[in-house]
């Protein structure tokens, strides 16, 4: 079913030699942002056009991929990724994280744990973690090669002198291996442990700042904080409702104009599977007897 | 291992600094002395701001050489003179927004240099930038407060507490008490005299404003053109100038 009219998963072969050489590079200096030569992509900037380019890099013909965005794998983006690479790569698709090799992710990680044959692609919108507090690229260049990483804290207190706690909810900062600080893209601070020591290879593609970077497996990935205001990977503080999961990540859903809501967990996938099992949550409708 | 009491804490020799064909500051050596103040004064555009700037690293001079207890901060790597600029040093800006961060909490100011070196203790950040409002004379309950909600005096006052919170031993000062009303610039003057006194800082400072120098230098260098055309001891250099700029200057200011 591939469309003839574009080369194999849309990007020519150097274009893709090129972000394949962006990648190793990222690799091989784990959470180093690695500039590269992005293209314009059949789509608009802000809907994935790093993570896009570096999964047509990675793609192979045998593959299998499953694209989520927000966790859930019906909605706009990460449908239309599947398409496009449906079409111009004829690749099988799936929604089931256990059958994908691999994976395109929005701002989160799948709750079931990746395995050692899988990739993990992520969409980033701004992989200077420093920019909101130092705009000049210049100047968070240096600060990365000296590892002038002191104004990130400065970030961390004013978030506790103002809310009391750490209050920052996704993006949350992480240290590299002892070294670079590096932007998780904005996954929720829940999804931070899962970061560190997975089987998976994790790649990170900014397509309209033209940056890629990387977390090999198994490496260490360490949430910032202070010695009094420890990292925590908060969640709300709810049950699924539909399949009663107390440990997944949940969305909260607002049911009614009369303060109706209800929380879902926000991985569709893991939810469905659970539910086929026969769990059951709050809100599951009753069994049709 | 030197003894630092006998051994100047920053030798200047035969710095020279151009733009193009223009003489920035040309020539320019002198030793300071652990707990000196040295001030240097001279109109706008004698070269002043230029020399600092070369000092402090800002700007790479073209000629001349820069020691810092012993070590050459003109050749070596930007990563120690950057370490440099955040631990022994400190960068008194003349406009207090330069030197501070408009966007982030007056702690979080003060607390910024304290995390630059590795402190990772909220509580303990905390209570130094309590503890150094009140040096100067900032209440502790703005301590929350962003900087654009500071009269200007204040400003200036946070970012010489910004400053100082790591125990710098060489501050370099430009104008610090420029733009601020002459009540204000007292009150400035005063808690730097003491600090200075406290801390047994030693200080570059420059300035236009000779009572200025007065109450704070003491040992006073003039300059003209780029050069510098009289040295000595304060008082002496202001009671009796030798070189006509400098008598110029000195008659120039305006008594009340």
């Not at chain 1, 978030?159 to 240290?175: M, Q």
């Not at chain 1, 990292?231 to 104009?257: N, P, Q, R, W």
């Not at chain 2, 100067?136 to 200007?152: K, L, T």
Request: net charge negative; hydrophobic share 35%; aromatic share 6%.
């Amino acid at each position: 079913m591939t469309d003839q009219a574009y080369n194999f998963a849309y990007l020519d072969e150097a274009t893709k030699r090129m972000i394949r050489r962006a990648l190793l590079k990222g690799i091989a200096v784990p959470g180093y942002q690695v500039p590269f030569a992005s293209r314009e992509m059949p789509m608009p900037y802000g809907w994935g056009t790093g993570g896009v380019q570096v999964t047509a890099a990675c793609l192979t013909p045998e593959d299998t991929l499953k694209v989520i965005d927000q966790g859930a794998d019906d909605t706009t983006n990460a449908v239309s990724i599947r398409k496009f690479f449906e079409r111009t790569g004829g690749v099988k698709t799936t929604t089931h994280t256990a059958e994908a090799s691999l994976i395109q992710t929005r701002h989160r990680i799948p709750e079931e744990p990746l395995r050692a044959d899988q990739i993990l692609v992520y969409q980033v919108p701004i992989p200077e973690p420093l920019r909101f507090l130092e705009p000049r690229e210049s100047e968070t260049r240096k600060m990365h090669s000296l590892e002038e990483y002191g104004l990130m804290h400065v970030k961390l207190y004013e978030d506790i002198a103002r809310h009391g706690e750490i209050s920052t909810a996704y993006a949350y900062p992480v240290k590299v291996e002892g070294r670079y600080v590096m932007d998780p893209s904005p996954i929720p601070k829940f999804d931070n442990p899962k970061l560190g020591g997975s089987p998976a290879i994790q790649l990170f593609g900014a397509g309209r700042e033209q940056r890629i970077y990387a977390l090999p497996p198994f490496t260490q990935v360490v949430s910032l904080d202070f010695e009094d205001h420890p990292f925590m990977a908060s969640k709300a503080d709810h049950d699924c409702d539909l399949c009663g999961c107390s440990t997944s990540y949940l969305d909260e859903v607002i049911t009614d104009d009369r303060g109706g809501r209800m929380f879902v967990c926000s991985d569709t996938d893991f939810c469905e599977a659970r539910r086929a099992q026969g769990h059951r949550g709050r809100l599951s409708p009753e069994e049709a007897v | 291992m030197k003894d630092l009491g006998n051994t100047a804490l920053l030798q200047v020799a035969g710095l020279s600094k151009y733009y193009g064909t223009r003489i920035g500051c040309e020539a320019v050596s002198f030793d300071l002395w652990p707990g000196e103040v040295l001030g240097i004064v001279g109109e706008s555009g004698s070269g002043k701001s230029t020399l600092l700037s070369c000092l402090a690293g800002h700007l790479t001079p073209d000629q001349g050489r820069v020691l810092y207890n012993g070590r050459d901060t003109v050749t070596m790597s930007e990563a120690e003179r950057r370490v440099l600029g955040r631990t022994d040093w400190a960068f008194v800006h003349q406009n207090a927004r330069d030197g501070l961060r408009m966007g982030v909490s007056a702690g979080g100011n003060v607390g910024e240099r304290l995390m630059a070196v590795g402190a990772r203790n909220y509580g303990a950040i905390r209570g130094s930038a309590i503890d150094w409002l009140g040096r100067v004379e900032i209440d502790a309950d703005r301590i929350d407060d962003r900087p654009r909600q500071f009269s200007g005096g204040m400003q200036q006052r946070l970012q010489i507490a910004r400053n100082l919170v790591t125990g710098p031993r060489l501050v370099f000062m430009d104008e610090p008490t420029g733009g601020l009303d002459v009540s204000v610039q007292a009150r400035l003057l005063d808690l730097l005299r003491g600090l200075v006194r406290d801390m047994g800082l030693s200080v570059i400072l420059v300035t236009h404003d000779l009572a200025v120098a007065r109450l704070l230098a003491d040992r006073l260098m003039v300059m003209q053109a780029g050069r510098v055309i009289e040295q000595g001891l304060t008082d002496q250099v202001l009671d009796d100038p030798q070189a006509p700029y400098t008598q110029l200057l000195v008659s120039s200011v305006l008594q009340v």
